[in-house]
């Protein structure tokens, strides 16, 4: 479908964006249509992230647009931050999530745990995308309950010794740093640089996935590696470290999502107004109607929920649970539209040929990840009750 991209506004939320925030929306809005629509379901069925767009996204100022400019940052407020998440979504969650990674779970904490000499050294090279980072929280053994982790940081002197492994690590194969949360030799959480090419150090990509296939995901392997002291993060200890990083992930998520039930929205409602069956279009059945109302009232709520959670984030008032409630309800509304559409094309929902599929697939994995919608859920339960259901 040729026709330009018309996203639903039903409530007029554009009026509660700034004129600012809507250049910046409209300049990551054009650059998807031109340098990713054309190319990201290709690179979807070959399972390869287009690496060339990284440059792009950097010049673009997708990576760390909250960090300040002398830093590389482009020093934004968070809703813009959001917008841009929506429109790299809208292209492919895989896009977004390179972005996300980049921003929220290497930037974020070197900028806001690392010392002044790492983040002069790494922040704006990873504003440009001249490097790559990834985020190792997840282990073999331990997903949903990351404060129980095996990965050991050892010793004294001028090195630590790193040891064990992460998996389903989002950039690991094509990364230059990894921002690795381990435990220390007191049993503490703390978070490290790793570099590309230390010692004893391999990121193996995972094959043979069905989600975010236009994205890298890979492991993390320490084997005995030699990590420099100055490496450590020096400002941070424990869980809340990663979990205040998860936090802007999550974030960017519940307005991430938005862009790919838009573009699966917008698509469904063009099928359905073109498409005719019993001599009618079949957007004139009450059934296919119902779908794309329920649709357009789904992504109005997700939109502004996610516009009040960027004002308080914004102002520093965003707690951990609202960015729960909002990364749970807008991914599950995002997944629902995903499925609701592509039943309104038929046969033809099942291909390449339109985007539905391929958002709907990235979105199981979008579900999952930075929090289940389980976890997402107890985390509100045990914020209005006061009481943990986890253990
Ligand atoms: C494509 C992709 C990219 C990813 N990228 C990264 C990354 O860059 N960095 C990173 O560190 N991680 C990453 N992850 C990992 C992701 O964050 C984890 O998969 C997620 O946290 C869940 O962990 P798990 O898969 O081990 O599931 P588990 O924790 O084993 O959970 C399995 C099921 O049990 C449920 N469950 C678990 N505990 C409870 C409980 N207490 N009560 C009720 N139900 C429970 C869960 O909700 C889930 O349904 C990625 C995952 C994917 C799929």
Redo the contacts with the bound molecule.
């Keep these: 479908m040729k026709t330009p991209y018309s996203p639903p506004d039903y409530y007029l939320v554009d009026e509660l964006l700034t004129a600012e925030q809507k250049i910046i929306r409209t300049a990551i809005r054009d650059w998807v249509d031109r340098r990713v629509k054309p190319v990201i379901d290709d690179a979807a069925q070959e399972a390869k992230f287009p690496m060339y767009l990284i440059k792009e996204m950097g010049e673009l100022g997708a990576f760390g647009p909250f960090i300040p400019v002398e830093y590389g940052g482009a020093g934004l407020d968070q809703t813009s931050y959001g917008l841009i998440m929506t429109e790299l979504e809208r292209g492919d969650s895989g896009i977004r999530?390179c972005a996300s990674?980049q921003t929220s779970?290497v930037m974020y904490p070197i900028y806001t745990f690392g010392s002044e000499e790492q983040r002069r050294k790494y922040l704006p090279k990873l504003a440009t995308g001249e490097m790559i980072g990834?985020?190792?929280?997840?282990e073999p053994n331990?997903?949903?309950?990351?404060g129980s982790m095996e990965t050991r940081l050892s010793g004294n002197g001028d090195h630590f010794i790193l040891n064990g492994a992460?998996?389903?690590?989002?950039?690991?194969p094509i990364a230059d740093i990894a921002v690795v949360w381990a435990k220390d030799d007191k049993g503490t959480i703390r978070g490290l640089i790793v570099e590309k090419g230390m010692a004893g150090f391999t990121a193996p990509e995972t094959h043979k996935?069905w989600?975010?296939r236009a994205?890298y995901?890979g492991e993390l392997v320490f084997d005995n590696v030699k990590i420099p002291k100055e490496n450590l993060l020096p400002n941070i200890s424990g869980l809340k470290g990663?979990l205040k990083c998860l936090n802007s992930a999550r974030y960017g998520i519940a307005w991430g999502v938005i862009g790919a039930a838009m573009d699966c929205y917008d698509t469904a409602l063009r099928y359905a107004m073109e498409r005719k069956q019993f001599r009618k279009p079949i957007a004139s059945f009450q059934l296919q109607q119902k779908k794309l109302a329920e649709m357009v009232t789904e992504i109005t709520k997700a939109q502004l929920l996610a516009w009040r959670l960027g004002t308080l984030r914004s102002e520093d008032r965003a707690t951990a649970a609202q960015i729960s409630l909002a990364k749970r309800n807008n991914v599950e509304m995002a997944l629902n539209v995903a499925r609701e559409s592509r039943q309104i094309l038929g046969a033809m929902g099942i291909t390449g040929d339109f985007p539905i599929m391929r958002h709907m697939m990235n979105l199981e994995?979008v579900i999952?990840?930075?929090?289940?919608?389980?976890?997402h859920l107890?985390i509100t339960g045990n914020d209005i009750t006061g009481i943990e259901?986890?253990?």
């Design positions: 999530s990674v779970l990834c985020f190792g929280l997840t331990h997903g949903s309950d990351p992460k998996m389903w690590i989002t950039n690991s996935k989600s975010l994205s995901t990663p994995s999952t990840y930075e929090g289940t919608h389980d976890i107890l259901a986890f253990k």
